[in-house]
Structures are given as structure tokens and as C-alpha cells.
């Protein structure tokens, strides 16, 4: 992923409403390894059900706010995140929703999907025994995830368009 800045992730959402946006926890920009991440994902306050995913289109930074939905999978059965497609125990995977929501309010209605818990697919992919992570691996799941969170985002952003008339 190419790098970001702080104005630019402040101005990328599809979906946030102006409180939320005010409220937007900045992610340690400073510290991410961009080389080895397919998108941008973070969640806010320990309290908070909010997420955030953030990913390149071309030159159009694109980002979706996500909430968790309330109570996680069944413990004990293995879940799959949408994304990744990586299996995991069913406590790391949550289901998530985007609003269709614009920076005056919400319509109400959301889209949602699995996703891994802490939003950190592009790790995820890297983990694992060396035969399941040599580059050409990761790099081929890094392309299949991408191409996966494009169309979930291109979803949202469509939606809520439509959702909000226009
Ligand atoms: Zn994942």
C-alpha cells in the first residue's frame, strides 16, 4: 500500500457522518510497514464498536466506517473472514456493518460482512508456516483480498449514494 497522511484519511470516507469524522482516532501512521499491508484497518477506543478500512483505488484514497456487530461468533467453531479468506477460531472474526450514512446522519440501512476482528488482514496473510507465506503466496492473496475490499467499498459507496438520492 502506498503511503497516507493524516488529511487525506480525514477526507477519504465513504460513509462517516461529521461527528464520527470529528471523532476519527488517527491509526500510527508512523509506524506502519506500508510494504506489507494491502489496506489500512483500525479500530477505535477499546470501547468503541467502531472500525475503520482504509485502501488505494488507483489515485482515490477510498475508507469505510464499520461498526462490530454486538457479541461475537459462537466461541469453539472456526469462522471466515471475508476479506482474507483466512479461517480462524470464531472469537477473531466479527461480523461487521457500514452504514449507508452521510455527514448529515444516517438512512438506517447497512451492508455487512466478516471481517477479521482487530482489522488486520494484511497480517494475518504474513502468518503461518513458510509454505503457507513465501512471497508469491502472499502476494497472490494480497491481490485476491484487495480485490475483494474493492468491491465491498465500491459497494457501500454506491449505496449510500443511492440511500441518500443521488
Ligand atoms: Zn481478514
New binding site residues.
Given amino acids: 500500500m502506498r503511503e497516507v497522511t493524516e488529511e487525506q484519511l480525514r477526507a477519504c470516507f465513504v460513509n462517516a457522518t461529521r461527528r464520527e469524522l470529528e471523532q476519527l482516532p488517527m491509526p500510527g501512521l508512523h509506524e506502519t510497514i506500508w510494504d506489507e499491508r494491502e489496506y489500512l484497518g483500525w479500530r477505535g477506543e477499546r470501547s468503541s464498536r467502531i472500525g475503520y478500512i482504509v485502501h488505494w483505488r488507483g489515485d482515490e484514497l477510498v475508507g469505510v466506517v464499520v461498526r462490530a456487530a454486538p457479541g461475537g461468533l459462537r466461541p469453539g467453531i472456526a469462522a471466515m473472514?471475508s476479506?482474507?479468506h483466512?479461517t480462524q477460531p470464531a472469537t477473531q472474526v466479527r461480523m461487521f456493518s457500514a452504514r449507508l450514512a452521510s455527514l448529515d446522519g444516517d438512512t438506517g440501512s447497512s451492508i455487512g460482512t466478516y471481517?477479521?476482528e482487530d482489522l488486520a488482514?494484511s497480517h494475518?496473510i504474513r502468518s503461518g508456516p513458510p509454505h503457507l507465506t513465501s512471497p508469491a503466496r502472499i502476494a497472490a492473496r494480497g491481490a485476491a483480498l484487495l480485490e475483494r475490499l474493492e468491491r465491498f467499498t465500491a459497494r457501500v459507496e454506491r449505496a449510500t449514494r443511492e440511500a441518500r438520492g443521488g
Fill in positions: 473472514c476479506m482474507c483466512s471481517l477479521c488482514c494475518i
